[in-house]
């Protein structure tokens, strides 16, 4: 799994091993799953404070799905945590669903000593 990182506004660059651990750990299940993670983070209203650090997570599957998880906390490591978590719940629910495809069942051939009586 790739990951990417993406960090705007004052978004320490010391978050960029910390999130690709936190990924690689979360999502170590879904490995064959996921083939790109994108991890984006962002100070939404500046220097006035406030819940404003948000963490937006793509990931990009091996279906061709990509699924995006956002948080917004008080501060990068809490924002960091939150989509992580939100992040490895969403794949599971696309593993979960993967699972669920109908099967189709062959036909049970008649039984040709049967139809010649």
Known sequence: ???????????PAGLRDT???????????????????????SDVNGPRGGLDKR???ALETATGRTLLVESVAGDWQAALAQ??????????????????????????????EALLT
């Open 19 to 41: 999130a690709a651990q936190r990924l690689h750990g979360a999502l170590r299940r879904f490995a064959w799953l996921v083939v790109r993670a994108r991890v984006r983070m």
């Open 83 to 112: 989509a992580v978590e939100r992040a490895g719940a969403a794949i599971a629910r696309v593993r979960r669903r993967l699972r669920e495809i109908p099967r189709v069942r062959a036909r049970r051939r008649a039984d040709p």
């Open 1 to 11: 799994m790739e990951v990417l990182f993406d960090g705007r506004g004052s978004a």
């Open 55 to 57: 963490c937006q997570v």
